[in-house]
């Protein structure tokens, strides 16, 4: 008589909440700044005049800080909280204190 030693699968992880408008406009944002850091990279490897170079980067800042400001929007609003969960004063602090690191 043989035993299975098999494990037993892991249960499949929880499906992902639908993706708010909120969401799929910081998606969109994160995109486009994908664009301009591929376009940085490009800038260098190209040698490109360090002017250029460092308005691109304050540009590609600016945009991660506006991205950053709108998903800290929506988390003080609870959209990240569970159903029957609220979000403390605490945990906007929190939130605040990771965006300014």
């Given at each position: 008589m043989t035993t299975d030693t098999t494990p037993n699968p892991q249960t499949p992880p929880a499906a992902a909440p639908p993706l708010t408008e909120t969401d799929t406009r910081v998606l969109l944002r994160l995109r486009r700044i994908e664009g301009q850091v591929r376009g940085l990279q490009r800038m260098i490897e190209e040698?490109?005049?360090?002017?250029?170079?460092?308005?691109?980067?304050?540009?590609?800042?600016?945009?991660?800080?506006?991205?950053?400001?709108?998903?800290?929007?929506?988390?003080?609003?609870?959209?990240?909280?569970r159903p029957g969960e609220t979000i403390t004063p605490q945990d906007v602090v929190r939130a605040v204190k990771l965006l300014r690191r």
């Open positions: 040698g490109r005049d360090c002017h250029d170079i460092l308005t691109q980067l304050s540009g590609v800042r600016s945009a991660l800080d506006a991205a950053g400001e709108q998903i800290l929007e929506q988390y003080a609003g609870g959209c990240r909280a």
